[in-house]
């Protein structure tokens, strides 16, 4: 019974002591980079259109990125926002995307959120 209880309390206790559960940005392992020369032609057309505010082709471009996976450095929800970089010869959105945090960074991903790469920041 003393073993159970032990038990029981470390399981309930435990969670409180992770980061996540304090609200604490926990930082993720790093990224890989990427310059931005070596992005697609048409994630460059992507980058010009969020930074002058549009408009967008796609009305997703924009919405609230969610980082479910945790593959980028945790914020709160409504830090980050995605929006699409077009594939030749697919129709639809396709699995090209570009992640834009609040503080100005960009992270590129490829393969539908599987991987991403910060795009490193011109000089």
């Known amino acids: 019974m003393f073993i159970f209880a032990s038990l029981l309390l470390c399981l309930v206790f435990w969670p409180i002591s992770a980061p996540q559960a304090r609200g604490q940005d926990t930082p ?49 929800r409504g830090y980050y926002r995605e929006y699409t970089v077009p594939t030749p010869g697919r129709r639809g959105r396709g699995a090209r995307r570009i992640v834009a945090g609040a503080q100005g960074e960009y992270y590129y991903t490829a393969d539908h959120y599987r991987t991403f790469r910060k795009i490193r920041a011109q000089p």
């Open 28 to 76: 993720r392992p790093s990224t890989k980079e990427i310059a931005k020369e070596e992005l697609p032609r048409e994630a460059h057309a992507t980058l010009q259109l969020i930074k002058q505010g549009g408009p967008f082709p796609y009305p997703r471009d924009g919405s609230v990125f969610g980082n479910f996976e945790r593959r980028l450095p945790l914020k709160k």
